[in-house]
């Protein structure tokens, strides 16, 4: 957790930090990845609960509790299966690179990477859709910037290689954050009446 400031204050500072450290995946799940992705799913849970979903019109959709809670196990299993799997990809990706990291620095990286799509969540206390597509579009963009800062240095390639590298890796990014988006939308929004 002590490089989450670090990497909304000066995060070409704190990516050099992480690359110098040698943390183990487990490490990082338990004292990283798992406490932010709660973050999204436990203010989702209070918000759906205690004020509700709204979609533009003043009527809001409350979740019972206990359906809320199923559908929060199910969120948080998808935002660590998505860190996960994007730790996939940039290491699948650097396979052409005479320095490519290890598997578990690329699943580290990913996990530091996502921090600001986590905490954007913090906005699920008040789901309003508008609010949280906002936030969410500017996290996606810090993201996108931390991807820029971090590849260079973590895979030791130059900025014009890492601009590359970092496109089409925020592509793939972009693209299994808009199936998560879709599966979290029908399990907030609607998936209340599957469960009800």
């Not at 290491?91 to 799509?117: E, S």
Request: charged share 10%; with cysteine; hydrophobic share 55%.
């Amino acid at each position: 957790m002590n490089h989450v400031w670090g990497l909304m204050s000066h995060p070409e500072r704190e990516m050099q930090s992480i690359k110098q450290e040698n943390e183990t995946v487990s490490h990082h799940y338990t004292h990283h990845v798992l406490l932010m992705a709660a973050v999204p799913v436990l203010c989702t849970f209070i918000g759906t609960t205690q004020f509700g979903w709204r979609f533009g019109n003043d009527i809001a959709v409350k979740l019972m509790p206990s359906t809320a809670l199923v559908l929060a196990v199910v969120f948080y299993a998808l935002i660590l299966a998505g860190v996960a799997l994007m730790g996939r990809v940039i290491w699948w990706m650097a396979r052409y690179y005479p320095d490519r990291p290890a598997f578990k620095r690329c699943m580290v990286f990913a996990g530091y990477v996502a921090t600001p799509l986590m905490l954007s969540g913090v906005v699920g206390l008040w789901p309003v859709v508008w609010l949280c597509a906002l936030i969410g579009t500017v996290a996606l963009f810090y993201t996108g910037y931390l991807l820029y800062v971090g590849i260079p240095a973590f895979l030791n390639i130059s900025k014009s290689e890492g601009i590359n590298f970092s496109s089409s890796t925020l592509a793939i990014g972009i693209l299994v954050l808009e199936v998560l988006l879709a599966i979290t939308v029908l399990l907030w929004g609607y998936g209340y009446r599957l469960f009800s």
